[in-house]
């Protein structure tokens, strides 16, 4: 099965696929993080017709996620803005260029695709997400809630469910709440603030990777346009 994993570099769903045998590829605009022969520093778009089976892809979440709606507005803004981030009218043209993006992956010729992205506006504004999943349904300490919007392919089912810690939070007020190791008490994301933040936080859990490509093969295979790897 030829299989593409778009928007990646690096290169953990790829690997997982390869493992079972399949033509698999990651495609990015960036060089493969482990240096692998077996990825397209390219843009996607021109080798969406290269005769894949299946399409992973993982779109920049950064103008589709609920997270900076005040930023979205044209002021006046009462947090100090970062050198660099896309306020009012320009980040809703941002907003709207990234859903244009997502519909041209959702309209590829591929008979089997999964998209990738957090809770946010591709489920209000294209179509609702198939499924949502949690890394701590596939066997990681952790939690972030993530959508797939899936075409001919069968939702995930989760494989290890990791039990979270249970926290008073706020201190003392006789609150119990759950979370899991990337959780601060609050709930916020532990990662500190640096340069490659974003890529820390986009990267794919090895238990979702691990679920796809096992999951995803054994459906493919009862398909009438399987072709088993050579």
Not at 82 to 101: I, M, S, V
Not at 152 to 171: D, F, Q, S
Request: charged share 25%.
């Amino acid at each position: 099965m030829r299989v593409l994993i778009a928007c990646e570099s690096s290169g953990t769903i790829r690997e997982e696929f390869r493992k079972l045998g399949h033509d698999a590829w990651s495609c990015d605009l960036q060089p493969a993080d482990d240096g692998s022969e077996f990825h397209l520093q390219c843009d996607m778009f021109t080798v969406l017709n290269d005769g894949w089976d299946l399409m992973i892809a993982h779109p920049s979440c950064t103008y589709l996620t609920n997270s900076a709606a005040w930023a979205y507005s044209d002021g006046p803004y009462h947090q100090r803005v970062k050198e660099g981030t896309l306020t009012g009218a320009a980040r809703r043209a941002a907003r709207e260029e990234a859903l244009a993006f997502v519909q041209r992956l959702m309209d590829a010729p591929i008979p089997m695709i999964a998209i990738e992205n957090p809770v946010g506006v591709i489920s209000t504004r294209i179509k609702p997400a198939s499924q949502y999943i949690q890394p701590h349904e596939f066997g990681e300490d952790a939690s972030k809630k993530t959508g797939l919007w899936l075409k001919g392919l069968p939702n995930l089912a989760p494989t290890e469910i990791v039990e979270p810690r249970v926290v008073e939070y706020p201190k003392d007020s006789g609150k119990w709440v759950k979370r899991w190791a990337n959780q601060t008490d609050s709930g916020q994301n532990k990662l500190t603030p640096a340069a490659d933040r974003w890529k820390e936080r986009s990267k794919t859990y090895k238990g979702w990777a691990v679920a796809m490509a096992n999951q995803w093969t054994a459906y493919a295979m009862t398909k009438p346009y399987w072709r088993a790897a050579s």
